[in-house]
């Protein structure tokens, strides 16, 4: 059974998300059994490459936050992370065009290296081990996931390769419904959308493979208080837990 999974390297949510994602396929009787594949969705697919700026201020620009309030709304999210175990430095993140990621993370797919490179991009984005923004940076986190340096090289050199696969990527996300990220399809059966709890994508991935209802794509799970990220970047904070 197939798992495809739309995520944007500089959605916070979606580092959650793939973390309690793994956690509930662990938690699934026939995990050894399920395809996953990593598929691209831009949260700012018109920013200008080279246009690059603090977490923080972007905060307070697309919000009207103060500095506060914005550096705030950021530790919000890395406690959740961390929470799950997961690195997160607030310090000096920066925000960009992942336009770049994404090519690259086709040609990761291609080399049988998409997770591997999903996850340094993660850490690079969010742990402050690196950087996503800039091609020297970039090309060294291709080579540490395991892509021969040329070929990394010549992709990242040529902004029409992959391209293509990154906006047909986009419009199926846009075809089934998606309006932020991370949103999860289990066997173009189910959608699930948000940072869901472990025990969510379990029973999600319990009810696709029963294939209890043959019925055209539609929520499986309780969508409420999920948090995601939008197609206008902005970024929901998580429900607390109901009693």
Not at 157 to 182: F, I, M, Q, S, W
Request: aromatic share 8%; hydrophobic share 40%; charged share 30%.
């Amino acid at each position: 059974m197939r798992v495809e999974i739309w995520s944007d390297i500089a959605c916070p949510w979606c580092y959650v998300g793939k973390a309690r994602f793994e956690k509930g396929l662990a938690a699934f009787a026939h995990r050894e059994e399920i395809e996953v594949v990593h598929r691209s969705f831009e949260l700012d697919p018109h920013r200008a490459k080279g246009d690059v700026e603090p977490v923080v201020g972007m905060l307070m620009r697309k919000y009207g936050r103060s500095r506060e309030e914005a550096a705030a709304m950021e530790e919000q999210v890395a406690a959740t992370a961390r929470g799950e175990g997961l690195p997160y430095d607030t310090a000096g993140r920066m925000a960009g065009s992942t336009f770049d990621v994404h090519r690259l993370l086709h040609l990761a797919k291609a080399r049988g290296r998409q997770s591997e490179l999903l996850d340094l991009a993660y850490r690079a984005n969010f742990a402050g081990e690196g950087s996503v923004y800039d091609l020297e940076s970039l090309a060294r986190l291709g080579v540490e996931a395991g892509l021969a340096e040329e070929e990394v090289r010549e992709v990242l050199a040529d902004a029409t390769v992959y391209a293509d696969d990154v906006r047909a990527d986009e419009e199926e996300a846009a075809r089934l419904g998606a309006t932020g990220v991370p949103f999860f399809v289990l066997d173009r059966r189910y959608g699930v959308s948000g940072g869901q709890p472990a025990e969510v994508f379990t029973r999600a991935l319990e009810q696709a493979w029963q294939g209890r209802a043959l019925q055209p794509l539609g929520p499986a799970g309780d969508d409420e208080g999920a948090a995601a990220c939008g197609v206008d970047g902005a970024c929901e904070a998580e429900a607390p837990s109901r009693p």
